[in-house]
């Protein structure tokens, strides 16, 4: 895996068009911005393809300029562009239709990618697509620009929960430090992501604080919120990582869950688990799914049903640990 594989397939001026997964997160948009940058001072015609505008949050990021708006269904390829899809579990989650395009670079670190790519620069043992992409240029000593060391940097921080997830490896801190040398501006991510949430996050946060309660021996937490409260507080689309970051941080705490009523009798139920219980497994259960420590579902009923029906499922598989798995799967 090395990026002479692609070198002799680009040329000078080449229109490189850069794609990632639905609803990109800070990895997908981070590495996206990234190599764009990287590529255009290798004198490549980058773009950064996206079906909708960039999520506010990640609009501090440089690199803007390369971003450019296709709706799905009217995109055409020209016939010597490149295409370069990154941090795609597998083809589908592109948020494009690929057909029978195989793209020339395939650069992912989720463990479920088939390799759809012409090159195929897949490492599960990744904490992040960037962090593979970080460790390409570095090897090959090519130079990441400041800027592009920014958007790596952005995206490692992201899919490694500011470095605190089990996915971090040396590897990881290595990219990291290799892209503070390089330029990346700390100071830039701190101001405008890590303390710059929007204040209905602490608004959700003080609604949750009010209302959780330990359940099944204070294993789990089980907070629900009704649809008055969400639409009285304007929560309804609030993120809720550091609320669950706070939860489950607590000593003795094996899970915990959120119950938001979205609508009256439509309750999105999300969920992190920290040892023992399959979140993933549990989610199926109510016809969702997710990740093995993080996961979700969706319930048709009362807050008060969708409270009993997880209660009944959580306490049948704490009596019965052996339903956890061990691991963590990529962001
Ligand atoms: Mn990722």
């Known amino acids: 895996m090395n990026w002479q594989q692609v070198e002799p397939l680009l040329y000078k001026g080449q229109d490189v068009a850069i794609m990632v997964h639905e609803r990109p997160d800070g990895d997908a948009l981070g590495s996206a911005l990234g190599l764009a940058i990287v590529l255009h001072t290798l004198g490549m015609s980058p773009r950064v393809l996206r079906v909708s505008p960039i999520d506010e949050t990640f609009t501090f990021l440089p690199g803007q300029s390369f971003v450019e708006v296709v709706p799905r269904g009217e995109l055409e390829l020209p016939k010597n562009g490149a295409v370069m899809v990154l941090d795609c579990g597998d083809q589908e989650r592109c948020e494009y239709f690929l057909g029978n395009k195989r793209p020339l670079v395939n650069a992912d670190h989720h463990v479920t ?23 390409l240029f570095y090897e090959d000593g090519i130079t990441i620009p400041p800027e592009a060391a920014t958007c790596f940097y952005l995206a490692l921080l992201t899919d490694t929960g500011w470095f605190h997830y089990p996915n971090v490896t040396w590897k990881t801190m290595a990219a990291a430090s290799h892209l503070i040398r390089q330029g990346a501006d700390l100071q830039l991510i701190r101001s405008r992501f890590g303390e710059n949430h929007p204040v209905k996050e602490l608004r959700m946060m003080k609604e949750v604080m009010n209302r959780f309660r330990f359940i099944l021996n204070d294993q789990v937490i089980l907070c629900s919120l009704p649809c008055e409260v969400m639409t009285k507080q ?88 052996e339903s956890g798995a061990a691991g963590t799967q990529a962001p």
Do not use: C, Y
């Not at 990618?113 to 897949?122: A, D, H, L, Y």
């Open 113 to 135: 990618n088939p390799g759809f790519g012409i090159i195929n620069w897949v490492d599960p043992g990744a904490a992040a697509t960037a962090e593979l992409l970080s460790r």
């Open 234 to 321: 304007d929560i309804l689309t609030s993120e809720t990582d550091r609320v669950f970051d706070v939860l489950k941080g607590t000593q003795g705490v094996e899970a915990a869950v959120l119950l938001k009523e979205v609508e009256p009798n439509l309750i999105k139920i999300s969920m992190r688990t920290k040892q023992v219980l399959n979140a993933s497994e549990i989610a199926g259960l109510l016809g969702g799914g997710g990740h093995v420590r993080a996961a979700g579902a969706t319930f048709a009923g009362s807050l008060e049903a969708a409270e009993t029906r997880i209660i009944e499922i959580l306490s049948s598989r704490l009596a019965t640990p």
